[in-house]
């Protein structure tokens, strides 16, 4: 294991625990499966809780169920960090291209690929054991996702917008959500899927514009390349395709106003964001990302008020 080469990530938070405090044997693993930048698991997070949430209002309880909240929170993490382990094992090669992605465990030669493997089994089962907690038909759901999961580092070498592959895969809690709570898959559950799916394409176009120069030497593809010059117009389609199919799931759902209130606090931020975007500046895109923890938790919130109040 190369120890020398044992250094902070460029995108990970200033004084982060794992380059504080962690063991060192321990840090190329915790950065493998992104412990040091935990914004990956709230963003694969929320689509579970928003669903779970509008499902408790759809089906009128008192809040959503606070064990599979926890589950979704450990599952997150656990298959986070496995999706992120095999992305890494897949794309080594063209890390090393990458000036923000070079000094990683697997292309900086702090770890093998076989090493990278055991790990990446290790976490799988994590998210195994965890998604076995739900019922039957939630079980089914999860499983369906690891064809998408399979093949999304593949799409930046043959499409243009991997992103939307990457959406598909990571908005996956929004059917899981609804799964866990009811058992099956009612209209809402598909349209806040829908709305996911197009607030992933939007943020991770942000997070794109940290790489396009190298993505171009590279021949990486990404959104923010395809939209050019025109990203900000990308990312504001994106964010209000996200508001509009959220808002579809409200109506849909019977939601009440906490619901509509949680809406437009999540449509201002996203607007916000985009207005904040600009061209070049790495460090600006990397703090609007990162963002979209509280845009999700303040839309999460209006379901789960929502829900509370209408029990009364």
């Not at 020398?4 to 405090?21: E, I, K, T």
């Not at 043959?158 to 908005?171: C, H």
């Not at 809406?263 to 061209?279: E, G, K, M, T, Y």
Request: hydrophobic letters at 55%; proline letters at 5%; charged letters at 15%.
């Amino acid at each position: 294991m190369t120890h020398g080469m044992d250094q902070p990530l460029p995108d990970a938070p200033a004084g982060n625990w794992v380059d504080r405090r962690a063991p060192a044997a321990w840090r190329p693993y915790l950065r493998l499966a992104r412990i040091d930048r935990p914004i990956g698991w709230w963003l694969l997070l929320l689509p579970c809780w928003w669903s779970a949430a509008l499902a408790a209002v759809a089906l009128g309880r008192t809040a959503p169920d606070p064990w599979q909240l926890l589950l979704f929170l450990i599952g997150a993490i656990a298959m986070r960090g496995a999706g992120c382990t095999y992305n890494d094992i897949v794309d080594r090669e063209l890390d090393a291209k990458v000036a923000r992605t070079r000094h990683r465990p697997l292309p900086s030669g702090q770890i093998s690929a076989r090493q990278a493997a055991v790990f990446l089994a290790a976490q799988a089962l994590v998210g195994l054991v965890v998604l076995l907690q739900f019922n039957a038909f939630a079980i089914r759901v999860g499983l369906a996702s690891l064809v998408i999961i399979a093949v999304y580092p593949f799409m930046k070498r043959i499409t243009s917008m991997p992103q939307l592959v990457l959406g598909l895969a990571f908005a996956w809690g929004g059917l899981m959500g609804w799964a866990g709570l009811a058992g099956r898959l009612d209209p809402p559950a598909f349209f806040v899927y829908a709305a996911a799916i197009a607030w992933t394409v939007g943020y991770d176009t942000i997070y794109a514009l940290q790489d396009i120069e190298d993505d171009l030497i590279a021949g990486i593809k990404s959104s923010a390349r395809f939209f050019g010059r025109q990203a900000r117009l990308g990312v504001g389609l994106c964010y209000a395709a996200a508001v509009v199919l959220i808002a579809i799931a409200l109506v849909l759902a019977g939601a009440g106003v906490p619901s509509w209130l949680g809406v437009l606090a999540f449509a201002s931020h996203l607007a916000w964001q985009i207005w904040r975007i600009i061209p070049g500046d790495e460090r600006m895109a990397l703090m609007l990302f990162k963002s979209n923890r509280d845009a999700g938790l303040l839309l999460f919130a209006g379901f789960v008020l929502d829900a509370l109040i209408a029990s009364f």
